[in-house]
């Protein structure tokens, strides 16, 4: 039994900063980036997963082996920073999770850059362009492979499993009934969606305003 346990449902705030940044001002102490816990009994869910989320993550008490599944609310790099280090450091608290792999639910692929400034002088080109708006299984799966080097030491010589067989990365498929269009129409009207149940809680989600994206 986790300390945890005996209480109602509720939150464990891991990180509140927003922003593309550090935010280790002296002013401001150690910030973290954006990432929250929702406890429900022994088990729990993370919220986005923001810069330094991990570490505080490790010091909350929670324990890995409890983590059903992190949602992902956009793929600003303020919600999503830490995603490389909890499927690299994550792996050796979860090692039996292979049948019962950790999903990572988010965003998918954009589909189309978003519209260049009207400030724009020259022209601006954009990273990657062969695939410019990866969604939230590309950019984990991309995360890892970028580690391959150290990653297949560790499954071939320390015999250790995939990150990707741990967590499953998998993209939000937004109702086509909406009308959804990334530039044109990114917040239709609609109703809220359901994107994960399990026999605890279930997860809806609905599009909201952040421009460029929703
Ligand atoms: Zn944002």
Redesign the pocket.
Known sequence: MTPTSSLKPHIVTLGTA?GPRWWAAADSGERTGIATAVVVGDAFYLVDFGQGAGRRLSQSGLQLKDLRALFI??L?S??VYDLAGLGIFGLYALTERTENPVRIIGPGNRGELPAVSPRAVVEPQPLAPENPTPGTRQMFEQLMKAHATDLNDRILDSLRPSPLDIFHAEDIQIPAESGYHPNNNPTPDMEPFEVYRDELVTVTAILVE?PP?A
């Open positions: 927003g609310t956009h600003h303020d919600h952040h994206v």
